[in-house]
């Protein structure tokens, strides 16, 4: 279930996304990756900042893709 934002930004370089936070309530969010060339790419990892408490944060994991040209088997 992914949660309703109430703001999103789509940057060349990164995804912006602004949410209302309840305690204890969870987040789920989802983005997809843009590639323009076939490359082994290394994905940053997702962080989240607390605007108003910054020291409130959060950070995930680094991930890889491989694109492959169109009709690559």
Same mark, same amino acid.
């Given at each position: 279930d992914l949660s309703d934002a %109430?703001? =999103?930004?789509? %940057? !060349? !370089?990164?995804? %912006? =996304? #602004?949410?209302?936070?309840?305690? #204890?309530?969870e987040y789920s969010f989802a983005y997809m990756i843009r590639a323009v060339t076939p490359e082994h790419y290394r994905v940053p990892a997702a962080s989240v900042e607390d605007m108003y408490r910054p020291t409130r944060i959060g950070r995930g994991a680094m991930g890889q893709a491989e694109i492959e040209a169109a009709g690559t088997p």
């Open positions: %109430l703001y =999103t930004e789509y %940057l !060349d !370089d990164r995804f %912006l =996304t #602004g949410f209302e936070s309840y305690p #204890g309530y």
